[in-house]
């Protein structure tokens, strides 16, 4: 049963801007973590950003950027239609790589947001290509 579907990624020029979508299927618990990651060829996959909600007294709805891109993207969500976007801008050809949502239900993101283990549901992954 297919939990998050992300959209297609696609082909970018450098320098353009890349906007993605994940859809979530199913109940959305109370606290959850959304995040994006992604894996190029030959590397680990790394963390770009993630988006939690919760209480207010948990922290409410709070975002993390990996340091090294937070001045290039931003992470939001559509409660309405449980949907969860990335857009990175000037997009560089070594950004190239397949892109991943993930979510660890039940927790709100916390600054260990970047360990790939505490994810409970991933996408199937979309491609990314940056052309120079």
């Known amino acids: 049963q297919v939990r998050l579907a992300e959209s297609a990624g696609g082909s970018v020029q450098a320098g353009e801007s890349l906007r993605l979508s994940c859809v979530v299927f199913g109940s959305v618990y109370s606290r959850t973590c959304w995040a994006w990651f992604r894996q190029a060829p030959g590397k680990e996959r790394e963390g770009v950003a993630s988006?939690?909600?919760?209480?207010?007294?948990?922290?409410?709805?709070?975002?993390y950027y990996t340091d090294s891109m937070k001045d290039r993207v931003t992470i939001s969500r559509n409660s309405a239609d449980d949907s969860v976007f990335l857009e990175i801008n000037s997009m560089k050809p070594e950004e190239t790589a397949m892109y991943y949502c993930?979510?660890?239900?039940?927790?709100?993101?916390?600054?260990?947001?970047?360990?790939?283990?505490?994810?409970?549901?991933w996408g199937q992954g979309t491609q990314v290509t940056v052309s120079s």
């Open positions: 993930a979510e660890d239900l039940r927790r709100t993101c916390t600054t260990e947001w970047t360990e790939t283990y505490k994810y409970d549901n």
């Open positions: 988006i939690s909600v919760g209480p207010i007294y948990a922290g409410g709805i709070k975002e």
